[in-house]
């Protein structure tokens, strides 16, 4: 197998499970080095030290709380000072706070809007400066969305709010860095069976007056594909726009969702 990302170093956040963790692998298998952030300490590094063991890649694990922008930096200068020059960047981290609006809670709206947004915001203002410092040639900026940014989901209120603000924050940084090379797009994937998704269908499945099961078989109902997203097929669309093959996409999201969300 051609190894097209040696050489190179990718930054990802989320690293330590569901999308994060099969995009490190991806990013491994090409030859990638990895800098992994995760606000979970115990998992990122038992995640690094399989992405190590099992590729021999040069792997360094920062625990990151994205909500926090001096956290953000702080990892980034850490792993700038260890590694050198970053060439891709995936925003994989992210959480799903679902709610009835009447019950809705300041925290969770917080929650979501720091870890989703903002940090995907400042998380990428790092690491785009790592890359205009080091003169990277087709930097790639990945960011995870999700078709509750386009379409609304039953109280998916700061989740579809956050995940629409990166759909646009694409855009805008798209815009304001490609004068130099660097190409910003992300992918909004359907229903993904991950970790965080289990979490969903049980507080869905109690707003919808269905048990988890049922809930489960209705979502997968409304797919024209039948199925939910696997993890590794969102990760071969951000290995591909992470690569040199995507060099003249920037400022686009691509649906991923089985044909659920075509707009």
Known sequence: MVKDMTGKTCVVSGAAGGIGFDVCRKFAEQGANLVMLDVKMDPLEEAAEKIKEEYKNRVLFEQT????????????KKSEREIGC????????????????????????DISMDVN??????LSQAVAQNMVDHNVQSGKIISVSSQAGRVGEAGGHAYGASKAGICML???????????GICCTCVSPGITDTPLFRGYLKNGAAMAGMTP????????????LGRFARTNEIADLICFLASDKSNYITGANINITGGNVNI
């Not at 709380?65 to 980034?76: C, N, Q, T």
């Not at 947004?117 to 400042?122: A, C, Q, R, V």
């Not at 049922?214 to 979502?219: G, Q, T």
Request: net charge negative; hydrophobic share 40%.
């Open 117 to 122: 947004l903002k940090g995907t915001f400042f």
């Open 213 to 224: 099961e049922e809930f489960e078989k209705s979502r997968a109902e409304e797919i024209p």
């Open 170 to 180: 694409t855009q805008t940084m798209a815009l304001d860095l490609a004068r130099y």
């Open 65 to 76: 709380d994205l909500a926090s922008v001096d956290e953000i930096r702080k990892a980034i």
């Open 86 to 109: 970053m060439h891709v960047l995936a925003n994989c981290a992210g959480v799903s706070l679902y709610g009835d609006m009447l019950e809705y809670t300041e925290k969770s709206w």
